[in-house]
């Protein structure tokens, strides 16, 4: 869907439908949302990971008795 965005953006640059200081933003916000979504998609990937390790596993699973 970025993709998409970013090449309407380019095409209306080369159109010259737009200010290139108001298209110039555009492309940074969506810069920033691309960022935004990549950092987002690492993390669940780490989380996800951190599932299946089995210290993540034992420390879930064990908890310390009270006495």
Same mark, same amino acid.
């Given at each position: 869907? $970025?993709?998409?965005?970013?090449?309407?953006?380019?095409?209306?640059?080369?159109?010259?439908?737009?200010?290139?200081?108001?298209?110039?933003?555009?492309?940074?916000?969506?810069?920033?949302?691309?960022?935004?979504?990549?950092?987002?998609?690492?993390?669940?990937?780490?989380h996800v990971h951190s599932l299946f390790r089995a210290d993540v596993i $034992?420390?879930?699973?064990?908890?310390?008795?009270?006495?």
């Amino acid at each position: 869907m $970025i993709d998409a965005q970013r090449q309407a953006l380019l095409d209306a640059r080369d159109d010259g439908l737009f200010d290139a200081r108001m298209l110039g933003s555009a492309l940074a916000a969506l810069d920033a949302d691309q960022i935004s979504l990549e950092l987002k998609a690492v993390r669940t990937v780490d989380h996800v990971h951190s599932l299946f390790r089995a210290d993540v596993i $034992i420390a879930r699973v064990i908890t310390p008795c009270s006495t």
